[in-house]
């Protein structure tokens, strides 16, 4: 089940009404090791073997990148780069002489773009569900901090633990207020969690 809540984004000027959009309420991040468990499920593979192609995946399609190709797998998407300049000194012509030569470039991000059949077969197989109702605005919280403080007990009840971005991601928090909330809980008796381990390695669990 993807739950999903409808977020109210303000215009430019903050005056009047603002544009809604729907946004998933994401669960948690899946690792590599999740994924890898989870392929194992589905293949004759070892887990050494799998681990050991999806890290071979990411370094050949950063290579070819860097080569200057854009990299189609198929069933899932094509990446490439997307590049920006390096510097503050904007985007426009001293004069129609000018030729730039005084800009640095960089790679700002790298773009995906999905396969058609694979939004298709989501959309097919996807099972929405609305978390909230009503319109939550855009930058408020989609839960209270004891729903967050509820949520995260029921993740680690079901994982064993969560870590600071699973937590984050849980609860469509920033990291910083994530950490906040989390040390929060640890310091409070009662809490049901509790830290263990340091940075950044630290985990919590139910206590």
Same mark, same amino acid.
Request: charge should be positive; glycine fraction near 8%.
């Given at each position: ?7 109210? &984004?303000? @215009?430019? %000027?903050? *005056?009047?009404?603002? #544009? ?5 309420? !994401? ?65 426009? &012509?001293? @004069?129609? %002489?000018? *030729?730039?030569?005084? #800009? ?5 991000? !790298? ?97």
């Amino acid at each position: 089940m993807t739950q999903f809540v409808l977020k109210e &984004m303000n @215009d430019l %000027d903050g *005056k009047g009404k603002g #544009r809604v959009y729907p946004q998933v309420v !994401i669960n948690r991040l899946m690792t590599t090791e999740d994924l890898v468990k989870r392929m194992q499920d589905n293949t004759r593979l070892g887990s050494a073997a799998i681990h050991a192609t999806l890290l071979s995946l990411g370094e050949n399609i950063a290579s070819l990148l860097d080569m200057g190709f854009s990299v189609k797998i198929d069933n899932l998407g094509t990446f490439s780069l997307s590049l920006g300049f390096a510097d503050k000194k904007g985007n426009k &012509m001293e @004069d129609e %002489d000018d *030729k730039m030569n005084y #800009r640095r470039v960089a790679v700002k991000n !790298i773009t995906f773009k999905p396969e058609s059949d694979l939004i298709f077969n989501i959309n097919k197989n996807i099972n929405l569900e609305r978390h909230v109702q009503g319109v939550v605005k855009s930058g408020s919280d989609s839960f209270t901090p004891e729903e967050r403080r509820l949520r995260a007990l029921d993740f680690m009840g079901r994982h064993g633990q969560i870590t600071l971005q699973e937590y984050a991601n849980l609860n469509n928090v920033s990291r910083s207020k994530a950490s906040r909330e989390l040390n929060k809980w640890d310091e409070m008796e009662g809490s049901g969690i509790r830290s263990y381990g340091n940075a950044p390695h630290k985990v919590w669990k139910k206590e």
